[in-house]
């Protein structure tokens, strides 16, 4: 992918008609003013931290060309057929399209060379990441996860008790709905990330961009952001999804002095 003017590389059904979406989104707004105002608050806050309100709708316009959310419209309804339309109690877990595009627009800014995530479950958020590093032309991402595969048994205590069951397709690997012409720039370790961060960080030595979306736990999280921290390149960027989930985020936060930005209510940043 060029990094602009790019040609489409990831085709699946129609889109659907952008009149009807801005319709249902002007809608929407005048009967809760309070979530919109919000949403532009965080659109300014990303905006900001890109350099400018035209840096991100190019990146928007961008992700918009590649194809990716309607690849991903067609990956969730596969999804919701083999696992959620089963009453298993199983999610997609995924972001919002729009947290997506605002990762994929710090990841462009970022450039990141070394890239290491927790986090993959169907590997929504992971594909607008690896989008993001094929259009820099350089980069690597190296993702942990502990899969939940929908019907399989595990032991009991496998699996964090408040975390949101997020499961993918019986017979599936983690990351299995992103398009296989992102999957070059990726490399996929099974296993805790308590376990399995650690020797994968010293292993890399630096990393320019960590990003948690693991075990929301506060013990996880506070764990993997003072494991990451000592590692990340000055200017380095720290994503954590699920920051209002516990004190974790905002305690580091005060911890290291740094203010977050903000890519979506119970997503956020912070700069090194």
Same mark, same amino acid.
């Given at each position: 992918?060029?990094?602009?003017?790019?040609?489409?590389?990831?085709?699946?059904?129609?889109?659907?008609?952008?009149?009807?979406?801005?319709?249902?989104?002007?809608?929407?707004?005048?009967?809760?003013?309070?979530?919109?105002?919000?949403?532009?608050?965080?659109?300014?806050?990303?905006?900001?931290?890109?350099?400018?309100?035209?840096?991100?709708?190019?990146?928007?316009?961008?992700?918009?060309?590649?194809?990716?959310?309607?690849?991903?419209?067609?990956?969730?309804?596969?999804?919701?057929? $083999?696992?959620? &339309?089963? @009453?298993? *109690? +199983?999610?997609?877990?995924?972001?919002?399209?729009? =947290?997506?595009?605002?990762? %994929?627009?710090?990841?462009?800014?970022?450039?990141?060379?070394?890239?290491?995530?927790?986090?993959?479950?169907?590997?929504?958020?992971?594909?607008?990441?690896?989008? $993001?590093?094929? &259009?820099? @032309?350089? *980069? +690597?991402?190296?993702?942990?996860?502990?899969?939940? =595969?929908?019907?399989?048994? %595990?032991?009991?205590?496998?699996?964090?008790?408040?975390?949101?069951?997020?499961?993918?397709?019986?017979?599936?690997?983690?990351?299995?709905?992103?398009?296989?012409?992102?999957?070059?720039?990726?490399?996929?370790?099974?296993?805790?990330?308590?376990?399995?961060?650690?020797?994968?960080?010293?292993?890399?030595?630096?990393?320019?961009?960590?990003?948690?979306?693991?075990?929301?736990?506060?013990?996880?999280?506070?764990?993997?952001?003072?494991?990451?921290?000592?590692?990340?390149?000055?200017?380095?960027?720290?994503?954590?999804?699920?920051?209002?989930?516990?004190?974790?985020?905002?305690?580091?936060?005060?911890?290291?002095?740094?203010?977050?930005?903000?890519?979506?209510?119970?997503?956020?940043?912070?700069?090194?």
């Amino acid at each position: 992918m060029e990094d602009a003017g790019h040609k489409s590389t990831i085709r699946s059904a129609a889109v659907p008609a952008a009149l009807k979406r801005r319709l249902y989104r002007t809608v929407r707004d005048l009967r809760h003013p309070g979530p919109a105002l919000e949403r532009r608050r965080i659109r300014d806050e990303v905006a900001r931290f890109l350099g400018g309100r035209d840096v991100l709708r190019r990146y928007e316009r961008e992700v918009r060309e590649s194809g990716l959310r309607e690849h991903l419209l067609a990956k969730g309804r596969e999804h919701h057929d $083999a696992v959620v &339309a089963t @009453g298993a *109690g +199983h999610s997609l877990g995924a972001i919002g399209y729009t =947290e997506g595009v605002y990762l %994929y627009a710090v990841v462009r800014t970022a450039r990141p060379e070394a890239m290491v995530e927790t986090g993959v479950a169907n590997g929504f958020s992971t594909a607008f990441t690896l989008l $993001a590093l094929q &259009a820099n @032309g350089v *980069g +690597h991402l190296h993702s942990i996860d502990l899969p939940r =595969e929908v019907g399989r048994d %595990y032991e009991p205590g496998t699996f964090y008790e408040g975390e949101g069951r997020a499961g993918i397709p019986p017979g599936s690997e983690p990351g299995w709905l992103i398009p296989e012409i992102l999957k070059e720039r990726w490399t996929l370790i099974l296993g805790r990330s308590q376990e399995e961060l650690p020797p994968l960080l010293e292993r890399l030595g630096t990393v320019d961009t960590f990003m948690h979306d693991s075990e929301h736990s506060f013990d996880c999280m506070w764990f993997e952001f003072n494991a990451a921290w000592p590692v990340l390149r000055p200017g380095g960027v720290l994503v954590s999804d699920d920051v209002n989930s516990t004190e974790a985020f905002a305690r580091f936060s005060v911890q290291e002095r740094r203010d977050p930005v903000r890519l979506a209510r119970g997503m956020a940043l912070l700069r090194k």
